[in-house]
């Protein structure tokens, strides 16, 4: 409804995981490289930790949307409440099924030749669970068992595992010894800090259309990042409920006021940052929006990396960095 109004050609501020807003933090950066590290290097399994909303369907949303079809396949899952007859039936349906077997040794059989087939046409075939901290133990260990295929020199299945942080006591009990020493890439998502929080703002500003500077006061920012936590789906929720207060009030700008009420209408806690929020540098008002990227310099992925495959496979990493940063939901 206030899109005329502020002169955008799109809603900044959807909640939807689109690739576009995608706002590249350090640490998000990180993590999208080792995303493609991961499926490139046929590392087996992948786990992607953060809390609801920090971006980590719109990293793999990107993943898929990045490697070429005749690169890789995927099987994507993102609501894995299923019994273990039904993962294994949406997975075959998934990459491109439609006959699926009845028995679970002869679903088993045909996934195993759909592998074979895709690795020797020189395609890497991912399994991604969304929501992973909803599986059961049952299943986590179906998944484990599905990493089996392979031949004698590289997994045939790569299994990425992106959830909230529940997934981490899940993947540390006993049980799952076996699991959890066939990981190999953790990587973590963080709230935003206070000073990317307006760069966040102003980044999905740009990218919607806005031809002038986000109309969010510096005071109207900070309550933001204070009540939202540094979360960006939160911070979507109150930028856009802001917005619309401001529209029907006539006014082009929004300060303090709107936020108050947006932070009073859905009940969110008006300050109570985590440490990890407040103990930031204020942010600098002269900042530039998009700097230059650094030199991709992933230093943790490193010692993953054998000398001698220190180059991305297929395709250049380079495209995914080069471009104005933004983040989106979950």
Not at 67 to 83: E, K, S
Not at 254 to 262: D, K, Y
Not at 296 to 321: C, G, H, I
Request: glycine fraction near 6%; hydrophobic fraction near 45%; aromatic fraction near 8%.
């Amino acid at each position: 409804m206030y899109l005329e109004h502020f002169g955008l050609e799109t809603n900044p501020f959807s909640l939807t995981p689109d690739p576009r807003f995608l706002f590249l933090t350090p640490q998000h950066r990180e993590a999208l490289a080792g995303l493609l590290f991961a499926v490139t290097a046929r590392k087996g399994f992948l786990v992607l930790i953060g809390e609801a909303g920090t971006g980590k369907t719109t990293l793999v949303r990107k993943l898929l949307q990045s490697i070429p079809a005749t690169c890789a396949h995927f099987g994507v899952i993102v609501n894995p409440a299923l019994t273990a007859a039904e993962f294994l039936e949406y997975l075959l349906m998934d990459f491109g099924v439609t006959d699926i077997p009845s028995s679970k040794a002869a679903r088993l059989f045909l996934l195993k030749k759909l592998l074979l087939k895709a690795y020797r046409e020189g395609k890497t075939s991912v399994l991604v669970v969304d929501e992973a901290h909803l599986l059961t133990p049952d299943l986590v260990e179906e998944i484990r068992l599905l990493s089996n295929f392979e031949t004698s020199e590289e997994k045939l299945l790569q299994v990425i595992l992106a959830g909230q942080e529940e997934l981490k006591p899940l993947l540390d009990v006993a049980a799952m010894r076996q699991l959890k020493q066939r990981i190999a890439v953790r990587l973590s998502l963080d709230p935003l800090e206070r000073q990317d929080v307006k760069l966040y703002i102003e980044s999905r500003w740009k990218r919607a259309g806005g031809k002038e500077a986000a109309p969010f006061s510096e005071s109207a920012i900070g309550l933001i990042a204070a009540s939202s936590r540094g979360t960006p789906r939160v911070i979507n929720v109150m930028c856009d409920a802001a917005l619309m207060n401001a529209f029907g009030a006539g006014c082009k700008q929004v300060g303090p006021e709107e936020v108050r009420e947006v932070i009073a209408d859905l009940h969110l806690p008006a300050s109570g940052q985590p440490a990890a929020v407040q103990a930031v540098r204020p942010a600098q008002p002269a900042a530039p929006l998009a700097p230059a990227p650094a030199p991709l310099d992933f230093k943790s992925l490193q010692r993953y990396m054998p000398v001698e495959r220190k180059t991305a496979k297929f395709f250049r990493w380079t495209n995914w960095f080069t471009s104005t940063p933004s983040l989106e939901t979950k």
